[in-house]
T-cell receptor, first 110, second 114 residues
Framework: AQRVTQPEKLLSVFKGAPVELKCNYS??????LFWYVQYSRQRLQLLLR??SRESIKGFTADLNKGETSFHLKKPFAQEEDSAMYYC????????????FGKGTHLIIQP | DGGITQSPKYLFRKEGQNVTLSCEQN?????MYWYRQDPGQGLRLIYY???????QKGDIAEGYSVSREKKESFPLTVTSAQKNPTAFYLC?????????????FGPGTRLTVL
């Protein structure tokens, strides 16, 4: 069965410090992984996807198939990064929906 | 304002009653989804529909039902068989425009059983 694990419920760092939100997955096929973010009073939205290999708002995430990880990183945290972050795995490719982790609440302290 | 809408924002239900949550999108997306969000649990997939008049069960479909009679609409009915229905419900959609690689979420409906 596929699974997404985010080990930290809460992560608090100071502004300007590096941030790493951990995500591990289990999936028998070729995984498609995503990070979604939910800012206070806003809708859940896509932050980035591994196939794009892009940097969004200074965040990057690299798929490591050997370690089955897709950690989200940012070298210098900003206060506006405070939000709920969810790692997600495409269930079966195409349009079968997503399996989400339980989320990490990131708090950036001034 | 385009996008995906859900109504109502808040819904109260007495035990034993069925309630229907609305989800509409004008993004011309083929696929639509219902997720349930509980504190500390993340999002869990209830039902999804890849095309009109077709839908599949997700991970926690028991006690729920859906229909997909129109491309734009994917209502979710929470039946009296759902043992713990109090939760935040999110609807999402996606389509070939984004290669099915990005789901767009609605604002959610918070259901409370009294």
């Amino acid at each position: 069965a596929q699974r997404v694990t985010q080990p930290e419920k809460l992560l608090s760092v100071f502004k300007g410090a590096p941030v790493e939100l951990k995500c591990n997955y289990s999936y028998s096929g070729s995984p498609e992984l995503f990070w979604y973010v939910q800012y206070s009073r806003q809708r859940l939205q896509l932050l980035l996807r591994h196939i794009s290999r892009e940097s969004i708002k200074g965040f990057t995430a690299d798929l490591n198939k050997g370690e089955t990880s897709f950690h989200l990183k940012k070298p210098f945290a900003q206060e506006e990064d405070s939000a709920m972050y969810y790692c997600a795995l495409n269930r079966g490719g195409g349009a079968d929906g997503l399996t989400f982790g339980k989320g990490t609440h990131l708090i950036i302290q001034p | 304002d385009g996008g995906i809408t859900q109504s109502p924002k808040y819904l109260f239900r007495k035990e034993g009653q069925n309630v229907t949550l609305s989800c509409e999108q004008n993004l011309n997306h083929d696929a639509m989804y219902w997720y349930r969000q509980d504190p500390g649990q993340g999002l869990r997939l209830i039902y999804y529909s890849q095309i009109v008049n077709d839908f599949q069960k997700g991970d926690i479909a028991e006690g729920y039902s859906v229909s997909r009679e129109k491309k734009e609409s994917f209502p979710l009915t929470v039946t009296s068989a759902q043992k713990n229905p109090t939760a935040f419900y999110l609807c999402a959609s996606t389509g070939p425009q984004s290669s099915y690689n990005e789901q767009f979420f609605g604002p959610g409906t918070r259901l409370t059983v009294l």
